[in-house]
């Protein structure tokens, strides 16, 4: 019969659990924190695509579906959809622009913090949504900026995950994703006659792996963002909200102490 746990090993659990919470955000990375940031942000970039696409009619991250819709709305003279469009593009460029503005400040001033900032932005601007929708109950006003705040969120979560991985991660679209996997699967499946060549075709194993979570955390997430804003509305934006800024703050809180408290 096993021994139930000690209060020791209950403390050295929850140690590892907060520090596994600290480094997701850190700025010293692992392949570990990598990973487990990406699945959190593929998760909560479904979850509010999804549910943004019931607040407001349109998905959110989907820059190349926007620019096909401007071009083919500027041949047929519609002048006034091409403006909507471009107000959706403008914001993620914006908040692409913003993330690596914030990553690059913070590591000029070698701060822990320099990933956690634009991630800390995400959570507020998303504690903005959420509370805005539930007070102004999806008026035209609410959805003209719910739009473009909502574009500026995914291209400020996007371009942070690309810094961090090295652009081998995206979150806020799955086109790349699914690409990827298709070609390791091509990879996987191809039959080398002589295995020993030196250019033989080697599957990717720890890539398809990655990839495939990432496309599973964003459906997931897709899934009960779906669910959660139609039966709950738009305060249901307010859990992501809290997932982002409890991996965000540690960080910035370590730089806040060792500001004040230096050497």
Not at 102 to 131: K, V, Y
Not at 132 to 142: D, I, K, T, Y
Not at 167 to 179: D, E, K, Q
């Amino acid at each position: 019969m096993n021994a139930p746990p000690t209060i020791r090993e209950h403390r050295s659990f929850a140690t590892r659990s907060v520090r596994s919470v600290k480094g997701i955000a850190a700025s010293e990375r692992s392949d570990a924190a990598d990973t487990l940031l990406g699945l959190v942000l593929t998760f909560v970039a479904g979850a509010i695509n999804a549910g943004g696409f019931l607040a407001v009619g349109q998905y959110t991250s989907h820059m190349s579906g926007i620019l096909s819709s401007m071009a083919d709305n500027l041949a047929l003279g519609a002048l006034s959809v091409v403006g909507l469009g471009f107000a959706a593009f403008l914001p993620f460029v914006l908040g692409a622009a913003c993330s690596a503005i914030l990553i690059n400040w913070g590591r000029r001033h070698s701060l822990h913090s320099r990933f956690a900032m634009p991630l800390m932005l995400e959570a507020l601007l998303l504690l903005g949504f959420g509370i805005l929708g539930w007070l102004a109950h999806s008026s035209q006003a609410f959805i003209a900026t719910a739009i473009p705040l909502l574009c500026f969120i995914m291209g400020l979560q996007n371009a942070t995950i690309t810094k961090i991985s090295g652009a081998r991660m995206r979150t806020t679209h799955v086109t790349g994703i699914v690409t990827d996997i298709g070609i390791e699967l091509g990879k996987l499946a191809y039959w080398n006659r002589d295995g020993r060549r030196p250019d033989r075709v080697v599957a990717d194993r720890h890539k398809l792996r990655l990839l495939s979570l990432l496309l599973c955390s964003f459906f997931t997430g897709g899934v009960i963002g779906a669910i959660g804003f139609d039966r709950i509305g738009l305060l249901f934006a307010l859990p992501f909200a809290a997932l982002l800024l409890l991996i965000s703050v540690p960080p910035l809180v370590e730089d806040l102490l060792s500001r004040s408290h230096p050497g």
